[in-house]
């Protein structure tokens, strides 16, 4: 499954480029596409992650928590315009989720390094 969602993934990233390079913003159907490349494999590399030492499991989640938030900035541009509540709290959440991936993260690393000190 990590195979054919990095060839589709690819495939958006080269859209994207080119919207990009345009100067076009996303459209609606582009970022509930993305959303549906993207919250799969998060949750394959979630499940996956498990059977990782420690050590990389702790940054495989983390990047989980900061692709949500990505996912969650991408929404939240497209739906201010229309539902401004809506798009605050969808920020929010990712927010709050970023959040925690970086606290879980960074103490994590931080005190690995505290260890070695």
Not at 70 to 84: G, N, T
């Amino acid at each position: 499954i990590h195979g054919v969602l990095t060839a589709i993934s690819s495939l958006l990233f080269v859209f994207q480029i080119a919207r990009i390079l345009a100067h076009l913003p996303p459209s609606e159907a582009e970022v509930w596409l993305t959303t549906a490349i993207y919250l799969p494999w998060t949750y394959f590399c979630f499940r996956d992650a498990a059977q990782l030492e420690n050590h990389y499991r702790v940054t495989f989640n983390a990047s989980c928590g900061w692709a949500i938030m990505s996912l969650s900035s991408l929404h939240s541009v497209v739906w201010q315009d229309k539902y401004p509540q809506l798009a605050l709290g969808i920020l929010g959440f990712g927010n709050v989720v970023f959040a925690a991936a970086c606290l879980y993260f960074y103490f994590y690393h931080w005190s690995r390094m505290w260890r070695h000190f």
